[in-house]
T-cell receptor, first 114, second 109 residues
């Protein structure tokens, strides 16, 4: 059982390029999340999905988009990368977004935008 | 605005006890989580408090006072492997987790 996988592990990207970060979970969790983690700051929510077919905006959604075509996959797309999107990106999932919502995290993607 | 405060860094000695504090101001409260994050790795769940009081789980305990907007994580019998960052997160009125910046715990032999 893998839990949550993310790809790629790391990526260096030229500014202006389009990039999709992949996230797959095998726990049949309903809710999924994308966070970015920057030095000195707490994890910040980019987008979330309560269940397959629905998505919502988090605290810092600008420049990012997501889709949730099925339960397992939750890709994050940067349409035109900018240097301020350099960060470590974590995908997470939980059984539900409501009530007790312990989140399980993927290993992260370290993204550098030059 | 919503805010989670925790110390940036703490140092403790192997075998000792350390208490990591977290204070919060959020719009609503649906529980408080503590996570552990080793350098270069993903956060992993440690504890959850939704009612006032102490929750004990092995060497780790977590305390919550909702009236004071305060929690602490207590680590006993410290081991070198406990060197990590400890993240406090509060589930707000929309069930969104609001995260503190984390406390880096350094364990010295």
């Amino acid at each position: 059982i893998a839990g949550i996988t993310q790809a790629p592990t790391s990526q260096i990207l030229a500014a202006g390029r389009r990039m999709t970060l992949r996230c797959t979970q095998d726990m049949r969790h309903n809710a999924m999340y994308w966070y970015r983690q920057d030095l000195g700051l707490g994890l910040r929510l980019i987008h979330y999905s309560n269940t397959a077919g629905t998505t919502g905006k988090g605290e810092v959604p600008d420049g990012y988009s997501v889709s949730r075509a099925n339960t397992d996959d939750f890709p994050l797309t940067l349409a035109s990368a900018v240097p301020s999107q350099t960060s470590v990106y974590f995908c997470a999932s939980s059984e539900s977004r409501y009530d007790y919502n312990e989140q399980f995290f993927g290993p992260g993607t370290r993204l550098t935008v030059l | 605005g919503q805010n989670i405060d925790q110390p940036t860094e703490m140092t403790a000695t192997e075998g000792a006890i350390v208490q990591i504090n977290c204070t919060y101001q959020t719009s609503g409260f649906n529980g408080l989580f503590w996570y552990q994050q080793h350098a270069g790795e993903a956060p992993t769940f440690l504890s959850y408090n939704v009612l006032d009081g102490l929750e004990e789980k092995g060497r780790f305990s977590s305390f919550l006072s909702r009236s004071k907007g305060y929690s602490y994580l207590l680590l006993k019998e410290l081991q070198m492997k406990d060197s990590a960052s400890y993240l406090c997160a509060v589930s707000d009125s929309n069930y969104q987790l609001i995260w503190g910046a984390g406390t880096k715990l350094i364990i010295k032999p």
